[in-house]
């Protein structure tokens, strides 16, 4: 059983920055791959970033590739999200999820992440 609470959310003009954090109880942080997704009004969760338990290459997808940084401290069992240069079209509901199951290749389906957080809200006016 994994805990996950989000927190940084809030309202943030284009342009500007904003850090997500999630802080993670339960079994050992490390063993699993920690991704963070994100949910606008009428659309899909789509995964933003991911990052293994060992530090290895984080995904992004190029929506985002180059503004958002994904970091872990797996001594802390905390998952953090950099969101630099901020868009309106990056207002959404941000949740960080653990996948137990990745293998070689990120997982980028949330029916393949095992336990979410509850979101936090991103809001970015122009």
């Known amino acids: 059983q994994v805990q996950l609470v989000e927190s940084g959310g809030g309202p943030v003009q284009t342009g500007g920055s904003l850090r997500l954090s999630c802080a993670a109880s339960?079994?050992?942080?490390?063993?699993?791959?920690m991704g963070w997704f994100r949910q606008a009004p009428g659309k899909e969760r789509e995964l933003v970033a991911a990052?293994?338990?060992?530090?290895?290459?984080?995904y992004y997808p190029d929506s985002v590739k180059g503004r958002f940084t994904i970091s872990r401290d797996n001594a802390k069992k905390w998952t953090y999200l950099q969101m630099n240069s901020l868009k309106p079209e990056d207002t959404a509901v941000y949740y960080c999820?653990?996948?137990?199951?990745?293998?070689?290749?990120?997982?980028?389906?949330?029916?393949?992440?095992?336990?979410w957080g509850q979101g936090t809200q991103v809001t970015v006016s122009s």
């Open positions: 999820a653990a996948d137990f199951q990745s293998g070689r290749y990120y997982h980028t389906h949330p029916a393949e992440y095992d336990y």
């Open positions: 339960g079994r050992t942080f490390s063993s699993y791959t």
């Open positions: 990052i293994s338990g060992s530090y290895s290459s984080p």
